[in-house]
């Protein structure tokens, strides 16, 4: 039995969940106040502020005059804060964005006084596979956390292991963050319960002392508790106070043997709620935008851009995190917390746009305004289509597209623009109001041309970009009053624009690099023809198929597709669509007890869309009959239902080996969940799935033995792959091998309407409270997802699915030039270029000489780098975080204009330095995580344009 007890005093913090933000920081406030003054009242006192500095930001903004209170606190080592910026959901946001996370954390921790160098994880819903790696790399080298631990650990710590053999020691929570609080029900009888809670957990404890968690979510520690147990202390059973790294750096002894490898997911001792991975779709596609658009934003900034903004990069990072909160990006929260999650997004990606279509612009004003400029985010050379707006062309002509070292390459036409945009009759004594509608030369979007003015009509001509001389809005005004009063009655006024058209064309790109192209009109019986088999369409009573020369796509009968891959390998019944009820909450699926599955379609129609030669498209419409919610007892869906048609949008591009696939359907059915199948060939007993810096194998079963079916839903980020099916995905979706592992299911719709249930049939206690979400429902909302099906007979690693899923998630940048039309196109220019096979690429940025971008920034992201359009400051450095997705390691090379390279662990701090002349080759072992820091010497020449 153990012969001490150790209490943490400390509160678990959701920042937003039952509650919005706002009311939850008004307790928070309240609840600090408590502990600030408890702390000063007591030497003997410790308080430890949940691994989260999210929780001091907010309160310091209500009270600023605290700031040096918490200082002195903090360097007392009474008061714990850090490492974390916020307690993450990590399956939900990207490995980079946890990494960030710890950053801005850690700064802040270290603004304050220094962070506790402990991993603290107490509420997350499992954790994943790199976690040990991202801590060990940051240099911490102990972790806490509660839920995902499998049954195989009997102590209260383990060794966990990341998939590269990096290791954390890891307090295990095993009682939960709260287990101290029942010792402390009836205050004199702390002893004797403590006494009894002691010898019942013996087993776990070994010698050491037992760890006494004293505290709960949104509550201060009573201010008496520290007299309590100085009361109840004993000769047999003495009692401390402490904080968590306190504990775990000065109280444990015992050698750790357990060891524990890859993610934690078990159910074994708590819940882990999987059915947060699929509710609130909106909340999980809007964390992807954000992260694709701030990756974007850094990336361009850093190569293209002399403007620093790294104060609004930092507010974009800072917005996403808070964001990643494990009760806000899942969606377990009301509906107006959901609102604020999903608005807080939508501010990230917008800040993060800006700052990318500024960094954009500097390029872009060497290029013509008659073209575009094209910007690969991927440190990796490649073709890819982008959409422009050209003058169409007249008959008998073509478009074709010229880069800037001449070469000519075909265009495919999309759609053309309307010309006519208005057509008006007025009394003379109107033209006035029509004017009002100009500003200076803008009109209806484009830019007056000319304009003719003739007795009883005036025309406007507009265009993108004007050919005619200077225009004079006065003198038009002065024009159009003569011709009224000379010519009283009625006019005709016509807007007229120049004839415009969609076209797709194909680019070239340098790695991290940037390109021009031009699209003109030329003889028909001249232009090139593509260079990749094309991509073909075609619509007929015999067969509805895409073909590319790569992948063959045959609609069947169902409207499912038959997709055959390069390799011969034939996916049949991809795309079907399984839906069936759901009586559960936002944090578990639960079927009704009398389930109805609605599978097959009523009614499909097939529509030619495009017919290539670049892209091919078919659009699959079927209509299913959904009922429209629950029955009364909510064992059984109800009998109404509702015709729902679902488009499926299928896609072929030249020269990539996968179809790509829409789906969207407007919502009208609620408590429900919708499943998108990709059948196998065989049964297939493993899936792996790629997320976080890791590519991690599951079974078809999970860890049970708590209050929680252990369903075998799981989380992918970027891929998910069975057999010889690999899925590319767009945002973060949840899937399961079902059907023995016959078949492939990702999850597109779960729709619910409330937080949690009191009696939920697959567990046994609620999660929350019982409050309504009708928002969840996505009643009346189209429900769209993006995927693309990769069949490969060799898996994810031989069908090469981490360069195709960066591909897929990450198109090219197009912007219009702003030089004067007509000139000289610019040179292709590349930016820094990474080779290796299963070699991924999370972030490319700029870093000051003084490494302060790790964390940058006060209160809510306020930058203390250089001010905005200072441009780079001496001996910046352009960061390159990368991971190698293999069992096996990798060589990865990169090359740019660069003179050395600064080996950094996780926070930025220098490892090794070594000279590397444009070109640096790493040797990363398996699934290895390495930051490298690429600097010029100042006195190097440079390419940078």
Known sequence: MPNSAVFVP??????????????????????LDTVLETLEANPDFRFTVDGQMAAVEDYLEMRPENRERVVALVREGRLAIGPWLILLDEFLCSGETIVRNLQMGWAAAERLGGSMT????????????????????????????????????????????????????TEFLFDGYDNGLDVLLVPDQIGRALGEYAEMTAERWGGDPVL???????????????????????????????????????????????????????????NILPGVLSVRLGLKQRMAVAERTVDHAERVNALWSRRDDSAFLSLAWHKIIESTAHDSVVGSGTDETCDQVAARLAEAAQTARAVRDAALAEPAARVPSDA????NPLPSPR????????????????????????????????????????????????????????????????????????????????????????????????????????????????????????????????ASGLTALRVTTADRNTTPAPRLTPATATVSPSADALSNGLVEVVVADDGTLVVTGADGTVLSGVG????????????????????????????????????????????????YEWPDALAADRDARGRTTVPTPVEMLVELRTGEPFVRISTAFLNRSADHRLRFHVPLPRPVTLSASAGQFAVTERGLTAEGGWGEYPLPTFPASTFVSAGPATVLLDHSSEYELVDDGSALALTLLRAIGSISVNIHPLRDEPAASEIPAPGAQDLGM?????????????GWQGADAVALAEEFRGDVLVTRGTAPAGGTLPADVSGVRVDGKDVSVSSIRRVPADGDAHGAGNGHGAGDGHGAGDGHGAGDGIEVRLVALSDTGSTARLTGDFTEATTVDLLGRPLSTTPAQDSLELALSPWEIRTV?????????TNRP
């Open 118 to 169: 402990i991993g603290y994880l107490p509420d997350m819903f499992g954790h994943v596979a790199q976690m040990p790696q991202i801590l060990a790399r940051a240099g911490i080298e102990h972790a806490a956390l509660w839920r995902g631990v499998p049954g195989s650990v009997e102590g209260h710590a383990f060794r966990w292991r990341a998939p590269d053999g990096s290791e954390v020691r």
């Open 782 to 794: 189209r429900i769209e997802n993006r995927l693309a099906v990769l069949p490969s007979a060799t």
């Open 383 to 510: 073709t890819a289509l982008v959409e422009v707006d050209v003058l169409a062309p007249a008959a008998g002509t073509a478009l074709v597209a010229t880069g800037a070292d001449g070469s000519a390459h075909p265009v495919q036409l999309i759609s053309e623009d309307p010309t006519v945009l208005s057509d008006e009759r007025m009394d003379a004594s109107q033209l006035e109001r029509v004017l009002r509608r100009i500003h200076r030369r803008e009109l209806f979007g484009l830019l007056i041309d000319r304009y003719e003015l003739t007795p009883g009509s005036l025309v406007f001509h507009l265009a993108e970009v004007p050919a005619g001389g200077p225009f004079d809005l006065l003198i038009l005004r002065r024009e159009v009053a003569a011709a009224a009063a000379a010519h009283p009655g009625e006019w005709q006024v016509r807007t007229l624009a120049e004839a415009r058209a969609t076209a797709l064309v194909p680019v070239h790109v340098p």
């Open 10 to 31: 400390h509160f678990h913090w959701d920042r937003e969940w039952y509650e919005p933000f706002q009311v939850f920081r008004h307790r928070l406030v309240t609840a």
């Open 212 to 270: 006494a968690m004293a505290g709960t979510d949104h509550n201060a520690p009573d201010p008496q508790l520290a007299a309590w147990l100085r009361k109840a202390s004993g000769v047999e059973l003495p009692i401390s106070v402490a904080t968590l790294d306190e504990y775990i750096r000065g109280h444990v002894r015992d050698e750790v043997t357990s060891v524990v490898t890859g993610e934690l997911r078990s159910h074994v001792r708590g």
């Open 576 to 623: 079907r669509l399984v839906d069936g009820g759901d009586r559960g909450d936002s944090y578990n699926y639960a079927p009704p007890a009398r389930d109805t599955l609605v599978s097959e379609p009523a009614q499909v129609t097939v529509e030619l869309v495009e017919s290539g030669p670049l892209r091919a498209r078919l659009r699959v419409t079927r209509v």
């Open 933 to 941: 820091v690429l600097r010029q010497h100042p006195t190097a020449p």
């Open 372 to 375: 575009y400029l094209v910007a």
